[in-house]
């Protein structure tokens, strides 16, 4: 009897102890990648302090607290001809002149290490191709960095996705989509809106949210495509006849709640018959992104009350009331600065 209490136990110790955890949760590792909801940071690594910033903390950090999904936007550097190199591409807000967080080979190359070193994640990386890129800058960009590695191929057309333990363990973990048509060059950059369509990002108020299909016009299968549900507002700053748009952060408590953000996803949910893909906010640490998305999965949200990124903040601003803040006049100088060159 009291051996097979002892096994028993044994048994249940290596059960418990094998048991897998997929991007957090055991829960998600038997779902395929398609039926799940991912938080996707807008502009991803624009978290310096900056009017132009949509996030708060690195990518890094963003990983550490859950986020699974980054959205980053392809941009040329000023007076740059260069456009097949492995840094021809730089993450920029628009305009380089307003926000430039470097190189996307050296935020490629910090995904790699991340990748490499938490072996049971499954992370998608969206492009903008703002200043149009060749096929073969971004082939550069992945092979300097190392990622190409892990990134998956999807058959053109497919829309059955594997679970997220069969991407694990055949070690291709990082999907790539791009608003440009190059997967017959790379089978690896998936063209985005042949699998994926996206709802109006164009907000400017809580009320402006909607359950339509802005992007693109004209879907090939929307009853089969994912879809990123856009959810952060713009703001509108006007400096004379110009008027620039900026992230909301002094909103995102609000937009980033159930009452907003999870509010839209059920309409979508109603309205596409199937619960939104990506996520795709501001600030994420701002309000409960990450506790709706887990709600939307049916599981509860594993994270400790403190997100990394809180610390992160508060580590790297300070307690007084000029350093947490990024003031109005430096606000208006770097734009009046960033606009005077986009001029130029």
């Known amino acids: 009897m009291y051996i097979s209490s002892l ?3 044994a048994f249940s110790f290596v059960a418990v102890k094998a048991q897998q955890v997929c991007n957090g949760y055991s829960d998600y590792c038997n779902k395929p990648y398609n039926s799940l909801t991912h938080v996707l940071t807008h ?7 900056n009017p132009a910033s949509n996030q708060q903390c690195p990518v890094t950090t963003q990983l550490a607290d859950g986020v699974r999904g980054l959205k980053l936007s392809a941009v040329r550097l000023n007076n740059s001809t260069s456009n097949a190199t492995a840094d021809s591409i730089h993450l920029c807000h628009t305009s380089c002149n307003i926000l430039n967080a470097g190189p996307a080979v050296d935020t490629l190359t910090t995904l790699t290490e991340w ?21 073969q800058a971004f082939q550069a960009a992945y092979n300097a960095s190392g990622i190409l590695d892990y990134s998956y191929q999807q058959t053109s057309g497919n829309y059955s996705w594997p679970t997220l333990a069969e991407m694990i363990a055949s070690g291709k973990r990082v ?3 791009a608003d440009s048509s190059y997967q017959s060059q790379l089978p690896w950059l998936l063209n985005e809106f042949d699998y994926v369509f996206e709802t109006p990002y164009e907000n400017h108020n809580e009320s402006s949210f909607s359950c339509t299909i802005d992007r693109p016009s004209n879907p090939s299968n929307p009853t089969e495509m994912m879809y990123v549900m856009n959810h952060f507002l713009y703001g509108t700053l006007q400096l004379g006849s110009l008027s620039i748009e900026i992230p ?6 609000v937009t980033n709640s159930d009452s907003s953000l999870l509010t839209q996803a059920k309409t979508c949910a109603q309205t596409f018959g199937r619960q939104p893909n990506f996520l ?3 600030f994420y640490n701002l309000g409960d992104t990450l506790k709706i998305a887990a709600e939307l999965n ?9 997100l990394q990124c809180d610390v992160y903040v508060s580590e790297h601003t300070g307690t007084s009331e000029a350093a947490k803040h990024f003031s109005r006049a ?8 960033a606009t005077f060159f986009i001029f130029l």
């Open 7 to 9: 096994a028993l136990f």
């Open 43 to 49: 502009n991803a690594y624009g978290y310096v302090a």
């Open 115 to 135: 990748v490499k070193n938490n072996p049971n994640e499954v992370l998608t990386i969206m492009w903008n191709n703002l200043d149009s890129f060749s096929a």
């Open 175 to 177: 999907v790539n989509f």
């Open 248 to 253: 909301q952060k002094g909103s995102a408590n």
């Open 280 to 282: 795709e906010v501001d």
């Open 298 to 306: 049916n599981v509860t949200f594993s994270n400790p009350s403190r």
């Open 330 to 337: 430096s606000l208006l100088l770097t734009l009046i600065a």
